[in-house]
């Protein structure tokens, strides 16, 4: 797209000469108008700061809205921290606005547009994708029962409400990635909000009518009282053994203790802290508290990729044609595999586990449907070198792995070398080659002490290096 063809969409809070008029910006000043030329438009500019609660309902909108939420949002003055966080910084002319929205269009144009109508998720990584360094960041809202939420999510999202649990969802999906630690706060371990009230209480009855006192210990007694009952007219006296204290250090000093109960006379240094939480009225101890960090989600390369294929999900569920089992019960098997060769040494089994490590990035290159071919024919060549006595599971979404009963580690080498091999034979319809990494597990050469499947598949995960 070139710079001339961009399609701006100005919102003008109010009259605003400062920026040159294009042929390619129309005016809009409702939300009404908005709407009906919101999906023609490749950009949009915010004019104006002024009302600040229309502004934000414009840039929800544009955001909430799959035809417009990842295209350019611009303003042009400072608005508040809510609104900023949904737009792409401040222009200060049409110029400026041009050359910042056709880096982000370019960009944008890359990702599936498919994908990008269908699913939220994938609305979410083309926004990022066309951003490559920004990051998800959290508002502030201290009147709120969670204290942060996340704008952006809220306004992609398919439930605005569920917006920062949908970003933790794609994080374990390995789409996003925690960015900058924000803050760090602490919640009511039963209700979950932020609004604790922290309270100094007497250690030995919980009373809250404790005040701090300067006590004074007499050194000829050895009575400890607080300073009032020390004083006397101009000078202090104790009142116990009557003696005349004139000198700190010699004849009294100053205890650690420096609080009172008033409700059960007790004498402290420090006073417990309880918290009590404004919502549900619980009272907890500080070590109860339910300690989050907030930050901020930045696109991973899985997620790079997903934005600009679709998915790499369905790619690689291609390779579950390979006689699948599901992990479970593919770490069944491999554990009653080793107790058969514990009883019977000379029936041996492998492991073999494969990542095909640039398919990422050769699927970036490629697009969706030659990804998919790729991956058909990789399957179909996996398929001919395994025997019909071999099974397979995928762990992660790129760990293929395959049991091989009766096979040493010299079997289990000669189809290592041919899996190699294989990147010589297919044709990737790209520069370069496939770039298979694999990991080998052979009884009894490779078997350890206190060997079971999951710390077989742990240590060969190791080795891919992937995980």
């Not at 009855?205 to 701090?212: G, H, Q, W």
């Not at 420096?258 to 240094?269: A, K, L, P, V």
């Not at 907030?294 to 997620?303: L, S």
């Not at 052979?442 to 080795?463: C, F, K, N, V, Y």
Request: with cysteine; net charge negative; proline share 5%.
């Amino acid at each position: 797209m070139t710079e001339k063809d961009i399609k701006f969409i100005r919102f003008a809070l109010a009259e605003n000469p400062c920026l040159n008029r294009y042929e390619t910006v129309r005016d809009v000043h409702s939300i009404e108008e908005l709407t009906q030329v919101m999906e023609d438009a490749d950009a949009f500019i915010i004019d104006g700061s002024e009302p600040e609660e229309l502004a934000c309902q414009v840039s929800c909108t544009i955001r909430s809205n799959p035809s417009s939420c990842a295209k350019p949002l611009f303003t042009t003055s400072a608005l508040p921290e809510k609104i900023a966080l949904l737009c792409d910084g401040e222009i200060s002319s049409m110029e400026e606005a041009v050359k910042k929205a056709s880096q982000i269009l370019n960009r944008l144009n890359e990702a599936n547009q498919d994908a990008l109508k269908e699913s939220p998720d994938f609305r979410l990584m083309a926004y990022l994708y066309a951003r490559p360094s920004m990051q998800i960041k959290p508002l502030l809202e201290p009147f709120t029962p969670h204290a942060y939420r996340y704008p952006l999510a809220s306004c992609l999202s398919e439930d605005p409400a569920m917006g920062e649990e949908w970003l933790g969802f794609l994080k374990q999906k390995g789409l996003l990635e925690f960015g900058d630690l924000i803050d760090r706060i602490r919640l009511c371990p039963r209700c979950e909000t932020s609004h604790l009230n922290y309270i100094d209480i007497c250690p030995n009855c919980s009373s809250l009518d404790i005040v701090r006192k300067e006590f004074i210990h007499c050194f000829t007694c050895g009575r400890v009282g607080p300073v009032e009952d020390f004083l006397l007219e101009d000078h202090l006296r104790c009142p116990f053994c009557h003696t005349r204290l004139r000198h700190l250090g010699e004849d009294y000093d100053h205890p650690m203790e420096s609080h009172s109960c008033n409700d059960c006379g007790h004498r402290f240094i420090d006073p417990d802290v309880v918290v009590d939480c404004f919502n549900c009225r619980t009272r907890s101890d500080t070590d109860e508290l339910i300690i989050k960090n907030i930050y901020g989600f930045k696109i991973t390369n899985k997620g790079k990729t997903a934005a600009r294929v679709g998915t790499m999900e369905d790619v690689y569920s291609i390779f579950d044609s390979l006689n699948y089992m599901a992990p479970p019960y593919f770490s069944k098997l491999m554990n009653w595999l080793l107790d058969l060769h514990k009883r019977y040494p000379q029936d041996n089994f492998s492991v073999v586990g494969i990542y095909i490590s640039n398919l990422p990035d050769i699927a970036l290159k490629l697009g969706r449907e030659k990804t998919l071919r790729l991956a058909n024919e990789i399957a179909r060549r996996l398929r001919q070198l395994i025997r019909g006595t071999d099974v397979s599971m995928r762990t992660s979404i790129n760990n293929l792995w395959l049991l091989l009963p009766k096979t040493d580690k010299a079997g289990a080498n000669v189809l290592a070398e041919r899996i190699k091999n294989l990147s010589s034979l297919i044709d990737i319809d790209y520069e370069g080659t496939l770039e298979f990494k694999i990991a080998l597990f052979s009884t009894p050469d490779d078997l350890m002490d206190a060997d079971d499947a999951e710390r077989i598949l742990a240590r060969l995960s190791g080795e891919l290096g992937n995980e």
